[in-house]
């Protein structure tokens, strides 16, 4: 989203420098977090890169725009945090019981299929229930997006 919003500013520079900066800075942490780490280094090293990025990009278009609505965004984040937050507890606790009521479903392909859905789909409701019950003001657009598409109701 940040990124198209400098394009759409006809600003195709901006991105590729923080672009730039996030492989840079992924490389090195990768380099560093590794050895310590192992693969979850990797992972960190990604998280950490990207974030930078999007903090670069935030503070780029701040300073381009003249300010963003900085309380509006963050109440959106922490929204976003809390929803994002419980929907996680909710998919390991869904992950869990499913694998203490069928230890054996991870065997085949359809079994690791479905321990990947439905804790995914169990996430994908509490996020949605939890955003509404914070109010998020995402889930409107979300539904002016929706009923948009051509053959919605």
Do not use: C, H, K
Request: hydrophobic content about 60%.
């Amino acid at each position: 989203v940040l990124t198209r919003a400098f394009y759409a500013m006809q600003d195709t520079w901006t991105p590729v420098v923080w672009a730039v900066v996030a492989v840079v800075a992924n490389i090195g942490l990768m380099l560093v977090l590794i050895g310590p780490m192992d693969v979850e280094g990797l992972a960190l090293a990604i998280s950490i890169s990207a974030t930078l990025e999007v903090v670069g990009l935030l503070v780029a278009l701040r300073v381009r725009l003249g300010g963003l609505d900085g309380r509006a965004l963050l109440a959106s984040v922490a929204r976003s945090g809390i929803a994002t937050g419980v929907a996680s507890l909710a998919m390991y606790g869904a992950f869990l019981g499913l694998s203490a009521a069928m230890p054996g479903l991870g065997g085949n392909i359809v079994g690791r299929l479905l321990t990947l859905l439905i804790p995914a789909g169990v996430g994908a409701v509490v996020y949605l229930v939890v955003a509404a019950v914070l109010r998020a003001p995402e889930l409107a657009t979300l539904r002016r997006i929706a009923d948009r598409r051509p053959g919605a109701a």
